[in-house]
Nanobody, 123 residues
Framework: QVQLVESGGGLVQAGGSLRLSCAASGSIFSINLMGWYRQAPGSQRELVAGIYNGGTGGITSYADSVKGRFTISRDNAKNTVYLQMNSLKLEDTDVYYC??????????????WGQGTQVTVSS
C-alpha cells in the first residue's frame, strides 16, 4: 500500500517562506515523477512544480507564476519531494497537493495523490 504524506503548510505573511514536504511510503519500486499542484475551492487543480527523472538532480518544471520564487527538489533515498516557497504572495494562498507517479512492488505505474495541505499567505 502506497501513501503520500504531506507536511509544512501553514500561515505565513506575504514575503515569507514555507517548505512543503511529501514523503511516499509503502512498497515502492520506482518513482517516475513527483510534483505539487494547488487547487482553490471549486476550481481545477493546477500544476505548481514537478520533478522528473533525469540529469543529476532531476528535471524540473514550474508554473510561470512561481518561477524564480519556488524550488522543487527531491531526496530519492527517502522517496520525498520538497517545495521551497519563497517571496510568498497573497495569491499563493491555496490547498497544495502532492502528486506521485510511481510503481509499487505489487502494481503497475499509477498516479497517487496526497490529501492536501493548506497554505495561507496574509498581508
Amino acid at each position: 500500500q502506497v501513501q503520500l504524506v504531506e507536511s509544512g503548510g501553514g500561515l505565513v505573511q506575504a514575503g515569507g517562506s514555507l517548505r512543503l514536504s511529501c514523503a511516499a511510503s509503502g512498497s515502492i519500486f520506482s518513482i517516475n515523477l513527483m510534483g505539487w499542484y494547488r487547487q482553490a475551492p471549486g476550481s481545477q487543480r493546477e500544476l505548481v512544480a514537478g520533478i522528473y527523472n533525469g540529469g543529476t538532480g532531476g528535471i524540473t518544471s514550474y508554473a510561470d507564476s512561481v518561477k524564480g520564487r519556488f524550488t522543487i527538489s527531491r531526496d530519492n533515498a527517502k522517496n520525498t519531494v520538497y517545495l521551497q516557497m519563497n517571496s510568498l504572495k497573497l495569491e499563493d494562498t491555496d490547498v497544495y497537493y502532492c502528486k506521485a507517479v510511481l510503481s509499487s512492488d505489487y502494481d503497475r505505474q499509477r498516479v497517487y495523490w496526497g490529501q492536501g495541505t493548506q497554505v495561507t499567505v496574509s498581508s
